[in-house]
């Protein structure tokens, strides 16, 4: 278990905050993935939990041990049972495969039978048997990838902390060794901390993401709650790919009911979106509203109507651009659509489906 409390990093030259106020508990066990922007501290936090950078303030425990507490012996230790894989390979190229898996153990003088028995069963766990006696240059992007992750999981460790690991392979190879990864997490059941810009990366490998922005965790939760159930405005719009579409809509009432009126427009709130906006006094003020791509459809009895600007083919699905009331909005239908570019077709938002946020403070109102 890894829990952080309050954690503050600061830059040595400036005095900035890099990380603000850290709050997390990862179970024994669990892969949390780290996701935000570049900049948004994820390596940074990572770092600080091998102790490979200091932190100023707060607590951050490992099995209960504090990180900032350990003399150099013990935190050389402490990453004896850490297995590390960064964004670069780092494999040693004039080496053969099973003395790069191997050279961890090597480094802290395991028995040599221990090491091979260590080499082979990663080895068989990577899909790597066949290529031990090879070198680097003669591996693809991907082998060599699984090549740096054996080195990782030869020790057997209690963690492991990864940095991007799939940034430099192409978008085939990501996949696969997304399954990789998977695959290893199911085997060794060991905690992973998975650092990645990549909200699709995130998605598809962690149990629970956390969201960051500029050195602050937004939200933290299961990948189907963040989707459905962002905290905010932010969190609202990286996750999601094509992105969540956002419209200003005033909030006024008609008859017994509430409107969103988006320019000439008007869409009806259900009922239990309506009672979050007046408890909390939004009735006739601006809100912004958010609306997935699924959940706008091309339908001749649709309320709204704009032109066609971009037609995109997908294989199994289409996305269609345009623009209403200067607001950029991509929807997502059946590849079987007749609209191209130029064309003006009607459009239906799912009112079931909105997300409302509070324009100024940018947090949710109501999923």
């Known amino acids: 278990m890894i829990e952080i409390k309050n954690l503050k990093k600061l830059w040595e030259d400036d005095g900035n905050s890099v990380l603000e106020g850290i709050n997390l508990t990862i179970e024994d066990g669990d892969i949390y993935a780290l996701v935000g922007r570049s900049g948004a501290g994820k390596s940074t936090l990572l770092r600080c939990i091998n102790g490979l950078t200091s932190y100023q303030e707060g607590s951050l425990k490992v099995d209960g041990c504090e990180i900032k507490d350990l003399k150099d012996k013990e935190l050389r230790e402490f990453r004896r049972h850490v297995g590390m894989i960064f964004q670069q390979f780092s494999l040693l190229e004039r080496e053969t495969v099973y003395k790069n898996v191997a050279l961890p153990m090597q480094c802290w003088k395991y028995p040599k039978d221990q090491i091979d028995k260590a080499v082979r069963e990663a080895a068989r766990i990577l899909d790597l048997e066949k290529l031990l006696d090879r070198k680097p240059k003669a591996l693809s992007g991907g082998q060599r990838q699984r090549v740096a992750m054996g080195r990782a999981i030869v020790r057997n460790p209690k963690v492991f902390l990864m940095d991007e690991p799939l940034s430099n392979l192409d978008a085939k190879l990501r996949v696969q060794m997304r399954i990789e990864i998977s695959k290893i997490h199911q085997r060794l059941g060991a905690t992973i901390i998975y650092v990645t810009h990549d909200q699709t990366e995130a998605m598809t490998l962690g149990t629970r993401i956390v969201v960051m922005k500029d050195g602050v965790v937004q939200q933290v939760d299961t990948p189907q709650n963040l989707y459905q159930k962002p905290g905010n405005l932010f969190v609202a719009g990286f996750m999601g790919s094509p992105q969540m579409n956002f419209l200003d809509a005033e909030i006024k009432e008609k008859g017994s009911d509430l409107v969103a009126v988006i320019g000439k427009d ?98 949710t109102i109501t999923n």
């Open 266 to 363: 008007e869409l009806v709130i259900p009922a239990a979106k309506a009672k979050a906006l007046k408890d909390g006094g939004y009735v006739g003020k601006t809100v912004v509203m958010g609306i997935r791509p699924e959940d706008v459809a091309d339908r001749a009895d649709g309320s709204m109507s704009s032109t066609v600007k971009v037609y995109e083919l997908l294989g199994a699905e289409v996305f269609l651009y345009f623009t209403i009331e200067t607001f950029d909005i991509t929807v997502r239908v059946n590849p079987r659509t007749t609209a191209r570019p130029g064309d003006t077709i009607k459009i239906a938002l799912d009112g079931s489906k909105i997300h409302l946020f509070d324009k100024e403070t940018q947090e």
